[in-house]
C-alpha cells in the first residue's frame, strides 16, 4: 500500500500557485519523496524528488518539512495544461527494484 | 527527446486468447518495468526486469504473465490466457540504471478482453 496521504482533489486558477500537500508521516531515513503527474490516461511523469532539502526545478517546487514527514508539491503559474492527477510517492533511493508504488493521488484541476 | 514507445496503443481480444504487449525502453537504460491500470483505479506495479531476468513482481504478476527482451530493443507483456479482469491500462517503463531518479513512462496500452 502506498506509505502517503494526499487530499483527493484540488482546485487552482489559472496563472496562480498550485501547492498541493501530502502527508508521509512514517517515511524512513534512506527513503526520498517524489512527485508524479497523470495527464488524462497517459503515462505517468515523472516531475521532481527529493530527500530533505528543498528542490526547484523547470517544472515545479518541493518543499519538504524539517521532520520529513509531509512536503509540498508547487507549480508557481499553473495553466490548463496542468490539470492532472498527482501522486506522491515514498520510495528508498537507488536499488534493482524501483518499482513506484502509486496512491490514488491528488485530481488537480486548473479552472480558467 | 528519446521516448518509451509501446504497441499496440489498443488491443482487443477474446476471453482465453493470448496477447502480447510490446514497449520498446529508452536506449541506453538498463531497467524495464509494467505497470497496469485498470479503468478508475491506482496505477499498480506488476514486474521489473534487469539483466535478463525478473528482479521483482508483484501478486498480480501470476503464471499467467511472463516478459521478455527478446533482442536489444523490445521489452514484452504476454498475457497466456487473457480474462476479462485483465482489461486495463498497462504501462511500460525504463530507469537509466538504479542511481537514477526519474522512470520514463510509456503511452500505454489499452487492453479490452472481451
Known amino acids: 500500500d502506498a506509505k502517503t496521504t494526499q487530499p483527493t482533489s484540488m482546485d487552482c486558477a489559472e496563472g496562480r500557485a498550485a501547492n498541493l500537500p501530502c502527508n508521509h508521516s512514517?517515511?524512513?531515513?534512506?527513503?526520498?519523496v517524489y512527485w508524479y503527474r497523470q495527464i488524462h490516461s497517459q503515462g505517468p511523469q515523472y516531475i521532481i524528488h527529493?530527500?530533505?532539502n528543498n528542490e526547484t526545478n523547470e517544472m515545479a517546487s518541493l518543499i519538504i518539512t524539517e521532520d520529513r514527514k509531509s512536503s509540498t508539491l508547487i507549480l508557481p503559474h499553473a495553466t490548463l495544461r496542468d490539470t492532472a492527477v498527482y501522486y506522491c510517492?515514498?520510495?528508498?533511493?537507488?536499488?534493482?527494484?524501483?518499482?513506484?508504488?502509486f496512491g490514488k493521488g491528488t485530481k488537480l484541476s486548473v479552472k480558467p | 527527446e528519446p521516448e518509451v514507445t509501446q504497441t499496440p496503443s489498443h488491443q482487443v481480444t477474446q476471453m482465453g486468447q493470448e496477447v502480447i504487449l510490446r514497449c520498446v525502453p529508452i536506449?541506453?537504460?538498463?531497467?524495464f518495468y509494467w505497470y497496469r491500470q485498470i479503468l478508475g483505479q491506482k496505477v499498480e506495479f506488476l514486474v521489473s526486469?534487469?539483466?535478463?531476468?525478473?528482479?521483482?513482481k508483484s501478486e498480480i504478476f501470476d503464471d499467467q504473465f511472463s516478459v521478455e527482451r527478446p533482442d536489444g530493443s523490445n521489452f514484452t507483456l504476454k498475457i497466456r490466457s487473457t480474462k476479462l479482469e485483465d482489461s486495463a491500462m498497462y504501462f511500460c517503463?525504463?530507469?537509466?540504471?538504479?542511481?537514477?531518479?526519474?522512470?520514463?513512462f510509456g503511452p500505454g496500452t489499452r487492453l479490452t478482453v472481451l
Open positions: 510517492i515514498v520510495r528508498a533511493y537507488g536499488g534493482s527494484q524501483g518499482n513506484l508504488i
Open positions: 526486469f534487469y539483466n535478463n531476468e525478473i528482479s521483482e
Open positions: 512514517t517515511i524512513s531515513g534512506n527513503e526520498y
Open positions: 517503463a525504463s530507469i537509466i540504471s538504479d542511481s537514477y531518479n526519474e522512470q520514463f
Open positions: 527529493g530527500l530533505k
Open positions: 536506449s541506453n537504460h538498463l531497467y
